[in-house]
């Protein structure tokens, strides 16, 4: 899967942003990059901040696996 990274700078100036009740939400990655889903670009309540958004760099995803707790 596909997803947005952020530079500290890029996720400093959107994290927190809301429309319509959507927020901006990074998280990190298994890297420990700042991410989020790609799906921002085509939400129309962030129009604003797509130019903005569209200058994220896309990666793959790399998921934190927690180990299960028995």
Known sequence: MRVLKASD???RKL???QREGFKINFV???DGNWII???ILENPAFADLRSSLERLNEIEHNPII???QL
């Open 66 to 68: 927690e180990d299960e």
């Open 28 to 30: 990190k990655d298994a």
């Open 37 to 39: 889903g790609k799906g």
């Open 9 to 11: 700078y890029q996720k």
């Open 15 to 17: 994290q927190g942003e």
